[in-house]
């Protein structure tokens, strides 16, 4: 089972940028689905984007064109390059995967789809 650990979380102005990461071990992450997850204080967990097993991405329409998925499979590490942050994208960010190519619309892959969880890293975006 592959152990995920996110980090890069933190506090910032709007319109401004961060980077999470999230290292993996004890699994392969090109072999997995992949995705970032949020959840703001008193509302569901939601996708944000994934990075399928194939080198194919997708981003839910609130974050897209502002933030960008990555994969660097040296490093085994997964990344989530986040610009122009807007103060509604104040959240807990998760990484997750499932050993599997990612199947179905990104939209429909909820929390139990994903095995696999990090422990979070906090974003605030506030001025």
């Known amino acids: 089972q592959v152990q995920l650990v996110e980090s890069g979380g933190g506090s910032v102005q709007p319109g401004g940028s961060l980077r999470l990461s999230c290292a993996a071990s004890?699994?392969?992450?090109?072999?997995?689905?992949m995705t970032w997850f949020r959840q703001a204080p008193g509302k569901e967990r939601v996708v944000v984007a994934l990075?399928?097993?194939?080198?194919?991405?997708a981003y839910a329409e609130s974050v897209k064109g502002r933030f960008t998925i990555s994969r660097d499979d040296v490093a085994n590490t997964l990344y989530l390059q986040m610009n122009d942050l807007k103060p509604e994208d104040t959240a807990m960010y998760y990484c997750?995967?499932?050993?599997?190519?990612?199947?179905?619309?990104?939209?429909?892959?909820?929390?139990?789809?994903?095995?696999?969880w990090g422990q979070g890293t906090q974003v605030t975006v506030s001025s």
């Open positions: 997750a995967a499932r050993p599997s190519v990612c199947a179905g619309v990104m939209q429909d892959l909820g929390v139990s789809y994903f095995s696999n």
């Open positions: 004890g699994g392969i992450i090109s072999r997995y689905c």
């Open positions: 990075f399928n097993t194939a080198p194919y991405t």
